[in-house]
């Protein structure tokens, strides 16, 4: 068995926590990554461009578009992941997240039999 060490300082959780800074330009080279992302980009988006209109004009504006609903969506997740998190952090939370997933994920499988 592992021997645990005395005297040795636990760093806190908040402390090992990178800033928005680096939280930021992480998640944007992610997204920026993302073949999902480009795939999408190149396989879906072209049907909305006007070839007789500017093509840069149009460029941006979905750009734009896509920012501002990646971000809501991003914001709804995070803003979600922490009103959850306090209950699941709770003793016996995970059995009963289990058992919410199991519950979810049960009628997809069934459907596929």
Request: proline share 7%; net charge positive.
């Amino acid at each position: 068995m592992a021997e645990r060490q005395t005297g040795r300082k636990c760093r806190s959780a908040k402390s090992s926590r990178p800033g928005f800074s680096g939280m930021f330009w992480r998640a944007f080279s992610l997204g920026i990554s993302n073949p999902k992302d480009i795939l999408f980009f190149v396989a879906f988006l072209p049907q909305f461009i006007d070839p007789a209109s500017a093509f840069l004009p149009q460029l941006i504006t979905m750009i734009v578009s896509w920012c501002v609903l990646d971000l809501i969506c991003k914001l709804f997740y995070g803003g979600s992941a922490q009103l959850v998190a306090p209950w699941l952090q709770k003793a016996g939370a995970y059995r009963s997240s289990t058992a919410s997933l199991q519950a979810f994920l049960s009628p997809p499988a069934v459907l596929s039999c």
